[in-house]
Structure formats: C-alpha cells, structure tokens
C-alpha cells in the first residue's frame, strides 16, 4: 500500500517532461536511472539558487519507486529546500505521473528522496553557503 498523498503539492514544479521510448528497458518501462537522474537535475535548481552557484551532489537518501513510468507519461518534478549546513544544501524530491491528455488529478507519486547537494568553488571545493562564511 502507498502512503502517497492525494495529489501533487501545490507548488509549482521544478520540471516536466515526458518518458520516451529511448529511455526504456528492454521490458519497456522507463529506467529507474533515468527518473534519478530527472530528480537530480530538478532538485539542482533550488539548490543553485540558494547557494548563488555551482554545486555538486554528495548524496541521496533511500528511494523507493511506488509506480512505473510508461513510455508517454508527463513527469512533473517537485523540489523543495528542506534543510542547509553550512555547505550543505537538502532538498526533498518528488516525481510524479500522468498519461498525457489526463486532468492533473489523475497524478500518481512515483518516488521521492532526499538529495544533497554542497556549494562547490571553482575548485570544485566546497564553499559556504552565502550568509553562513
């Protein structure tokens, strides 16, 4: 059974796109590297933006994948800041479905996480946050 909520959050979404053939398995359904690698781009949006920079991810909490993606599905992409180190940034993740043409109300949650990312320099080390040097 899913613990998925209802509906999408009320946020606007970091991201859509829509699942084509070439990023399937040899079953036909989406690749779970291809929807991880979706959320990770996403989830990168908020966190450039609170860090005025460039900024690499370290690591991701668990995942688990509540429902496939079907090759013509719409996947919407919501992020949000959940929490910041004083490099660190962690951002909650959500991905979700439709089949295109269908009422956003038909939305099904397929996963979600938490990536975190940390403010790099143009070393490619990590730097402080602004507000937290």
């Given at each position: ?28 359904d ?26 690499a ?27 910041t ?49």
């Amino acid at each position: 059974m899913s613990d998925a909520p209802e509906s999408p959050p009320d946020t606007p979404p970091v991201g859509r796109i829509i699942a084509m053939p070439a990023d399937t398995n040899p079953e036909g359904d989406i690749f779970g590297g291809w929807l991880l690698a979706q959320m990770d781009v996403a989830g990168a949006t908020p966190a450039f933006e609170l860090a005025q920079g460039r900024c690499a991810t370290v690591a991701l909490d668990g995942m688990v994948f509540h429902q496939p993606v079907s090759v013509g599905d719409e996947v919407s992409i919501y992020a949000k800041v959940v929490g910041t180190g004083r490099t660190s940034i962690r951002i909650h993740v959500e991905a979700w479905k439709r089949s295109r043409g269908q009422p956003l109300a038909t939305s099904v949650r397929v996963t979600q996480g938490v990536f975190t990312y940390v403010a790099i320099d143009q070393y490619r080390k990590p730097r402080p946050l602004p507000g937290k040097e």
